[in-house]
């Protein structure tokens, strides 16, 4: 016989009870730790509806006295809201409103599932008592066990004599024991005491008192330590704090010893102003670097914010500094990585409505390694207005820059520049093509500070240049049969007729501009230069196509571009002076190729070469061969001559081959591995060699890096020589307490100069 029993009394309380979860690369890792509660369990807490205010008692036999005891006997099943009891036998006194409860007894809520061998529930006081305890968070992989678990009148939960996991029932590659946790609902961490860490059942950690997790909310404390050894750092060692300021502000404070150099701080402030704003600041310091035979203090500050004040308006801000040029390739900065030559010193503020928008910008670059330092915008104001739609078919656009130049050193030239371009378009656009037709009046006033008396610069320099610009393209399709598969075959002609007024700029000086790249696309731009300095005239015929196979579930398998300009005329305006007569009848050929070759196999390259000269000016080609989203073996080579476009016996050649690879070991363990050669200099640049075995509950990695390492000409550098470093580095995850989070593989592919890119462009 089953009985429901109502009662309009609080059985147990609601325990917020959450830890942050551990996320695990593809393929995901099979982690199920699930608690062993039975289907009929499940099936009658699934049957009983009720609300928070009512309990249901189910059970196969009861003797009840009124306003004294009920006891419930055989598949006693207890439901409050989402609250469910189930036990072999239970007492209920209705005078001192207990509840006792025991055998097979089950507890589970929305949030947790626990296993005991007794129950205590003082219902007036909402206090409950489970002896002999096991529990299990939903959702999550942490379960443990307890002697004693008590659930309090204010929503905690206290655990005594207990211990808890992340790993798979049975497994116990880590657990904690402790002699008392404590989880606060409301503030949503676990404070434990007493604590003892075993790995593999071997203690190897005591801690008198820690504070973990339970959801992801933040909260103070040290984060997991991170170790290493390197030829230039020796022996480092890690330990980052985190300061849990307040809900809108934090701080990160690692001190970081490195043998070879002393004691290195970084601390990172991060902040929240208002609801679409953030920002941060960053400051790191060595006292007396040992490695530099100046021994130098070093430094770093970093401020960076951006949001927005209103649906308008937008701010941007960023300022870095360095106290040497190598600082980046000599110490593992938090900002910025060794490839990194150039720090960006920006502030911004831009207003945008539908039709127009108007910018403020200042900004100033530092190029480190480098003498020349470039011009300071101080300040930009950028004037942009659209109608679309003008006359019914004609849009109308209308450009404006007023920007005022300045150098850090007095003996260079000072320069304001206001730049005008109205521009009218004519779009036609149709179902297999489009054409544009644009002329533009590009009108620049310069205002210079002529400090150099022998220069040719002039102080008041009016330039108007006339631009007319016609772009047109088609695209044809076709069904084709290649290697017994169905294919739709794309050809896309583009042609491009660009007209530019020839002006003499060469009492202009050069503030802000340089060459562009010839690619494929590049060829379909409408300028030569970056920045306004020099407007490169033009008469000129670009001619390109684009070709492309979808298979029959439409998917972009191949695609080749190849395009060539042809001048009617030569260019008169010239970056750099040249006493060398610069004729050419057509520009670089430039191609780009992406494929997918067959099955897993696919290739990437572009090449850009001189038909006149009959010599490339560059190219590259990756090859990938991808069977899963875990498995990659990626070979490359890119050639780039005259980098620096010195035209010079001491010109910069790049001729370099790699290799990269990430391929599972077993369902655990994975490879991840580099390495990249100089042909020209017949040496090795750069080697990774990494191994990580990553389980359910915890994850090591142990990597070796070899790399070049140049050092710039510096006052703080022993030499300007090129140099090597290598290094073993060594990290442990223990998931579940906390850190900065689960290793990963794909943060593997990026260490070193190289980062790995996915070369298929194709458009699926």
Avoid at 27 to 43: I, K, M, N, T
Avoid at 94 to 114: P, V, Y
Avoid at 596 to 618: A, C, P, R
Avoid at 634 to 660: C, E, F, H, K
């Amino acid at each position: 016989m089953q009985i429901r029993y109502f009662l309009a009394l609080s059985l147990l309380p609601n325990i917020v009870l959450a830890n942050e979860p551990t996320t695990t690369e593809a393929p995901a890792l099979q982690c199920v730790v699930a608690p062993p509660v039975s289907r009929s369990f499940e099936d009658r807490a699934a049957l009983t509806n009720i609300s928070d205010d009512q309990i249901v008692i189910i059970s196969d036999n009861s003797n009840v006295v009124y306003n004294n005891q009920a006891e419930f006997s055989g598949d006693v099943s207890f439901s409050q809201g989402l609250r469910h009891i189930a036990a072999d036998n239970a007492v209920l006194d209705q005078k001192e409103q207990r509840l006792n409860a025991d055998g097979n007894l089950i507890f589970k809520d929305e949030l947790f599932t626990i296993t005991a061998d007794t129950l205590e529930a003082q219902m007036s006081s909402n206090n409950a008592t489970l002896e002999g305890a096991q529990y299990w968070l939903h959702g999550q992989q942490v379960h443990g066990d307890a002697e004693k678990l008590q659930i309090t009148s204010d929503n905690n939960l206290l655990l005594t004599k207990t211990n808890f996991t992340t790993c798979p029932v049975g497994d116990e590659s880590w657990l904690l024991e402790a002699d008392m946790i404590k989880i606060d609902s409301k503030e949503e961490w676990g404070e434990i005491w007493n604590a003892k860490l075993r790995i593999a059942g071997v203690p190897v950690l005591y801690i008198p008192y820690m504070t973990v997790p339970v959801s992801d909310k933040r909260k103070s404390g040290f984060l997991f330590p991170s170790f290493s050894t390197s030829t230039t750092n020796g022996v480092e060692v890690s330990t980052p704090y985190y300061w849990n300021i307040a809900p809108e502000y934090d701080l990160t404070f690692t001190p970081d010893y490195m043998s070879s150099r002393g004691l290195y701080t970084k601390t990172e402030f991060r902040y929240l102003a208002g609801e679409k704003q953030n920002g941060q600041l960053n400051f790191e310091y060595i006292d007396s670097d040992n490695e530099l035979s100046t021994n130098a203090n070093r430094y770093l500050y970093h401020w960076s914010h951006q949001g927005a004040l209103n649906k308008n308006w937008r701010v941007r801000a960023n300022y870095t500094d360095v106290s040497d040029n190598n600082y980046f390739n000599d110490l593992n900065s938090d900002i910025n990585q060794s490839t990194d030559n150039q720090l960006s010193r920006i502030g911004e503020a831009s207003y945008f409505e539908r039709n127009w928008d108007f910018n403020m910008r200042v900004q100033d670059i530092k190029v480190l390694g480098e003498e020349e330092k470039p011009y300071q915008v101080m300040p930009q104001l950028n004037f942009n207005y659209r109608s679309a739609d003008l006359f019914e078919a004609i849009d109308f656009n209308f450009n404006s820059e007023l920007t005022n130049f300045r150098h850090q050193d007095n003996e260079y030239n000072t320069a304001t520049r206001l730049h005008l371009v109205p521009s009218l378009i004519w779009p036609i656009q149709g179902p297999a093509g489009s054409f544009t037709s644009e002329i533009k009046l590009l009108q620049t006033q310069y205002w210079q500070q002529n400090i150099d008396e022998d220069s040719t610069l002039e102080d008041n320099v009016s330039r108007t240049i006339p631009q007319a610009r016609l772009h047109g393209q088609i695209n044809f399709e076709r069904t084709t049969q290649l290697f017994d598969e169905q294919y739709r075959q794309t050809l896309e002609p583009q042609i491009q007729y660009l007209y530019v007024g020839y002006e003499d700029q060469s009492d202009i000086g050069i503030y802000d501009t340089a060459q562009l790249q010839e690619d494929y696309y590049g060829l379909f731009r409408d300028r030569q230069y970056s920045g306004l300095d020099r407007v490169a005239d033009a008469n000129q015929f670009t001619l390109g196509f684009t070709t492309r196979l979808f298979d029959e579930a439409n998917h972009e398998r191949f695609k080749f571009s190849v395009g060539q300009i042809i001048f009617f005329e030569d260019s008169k305006v010239l970056l750099i002076d040249d006493n060398e007569e610069q004729s050419q009848s057509t520009s670089v050929l430039a191609a780009e190729l992406d494929a997918q070759l067959y099955n897993d196999w696919f290739i990437s390259g572009s090449v850009q070469h001189d038909t006149e000269k009959g010599e490339n000016k560059k190219n590259e080609v990756t090859l990938d061969y991808r069977p899963s989203n875990d498995k990659l073996l990626q070979l490359s080579y890119r050639y780039v001559p005259d980098l620096l476009n010195t035209n010079t016996n001491d010109r910069v050649d790049i001729s370099q081959a790699g290799m990269r690879t990430s391929w599972p070991i077993s369902d655990n363990l994975y490879f991840v591995g580099n390495y990249y050669y100089d042909l020209n200099k017949s040496r090795n640049i750069e080697t990774y060699t990494g191994v990580q075995y990553e389980s359910c509950c915890w994850a090591l990695r142990l990597s070796y890096h070899y790399r070049i390492k140049t050092n710039y000409d510096d006052d703080t550098s022993q030499t300007a020589m090129e140099e090597f470093d290598s290094g073993v580095y060594l990290n442990f995850v223990i998931k579940g307490l906390g850190g900065s989070g689960p290793l990963g593989v794909d943060d593997m592919l990026d260490e070193g100069l190289f980062n790995y890119r996915k070369p298929l462009y194709l458009r699926n």
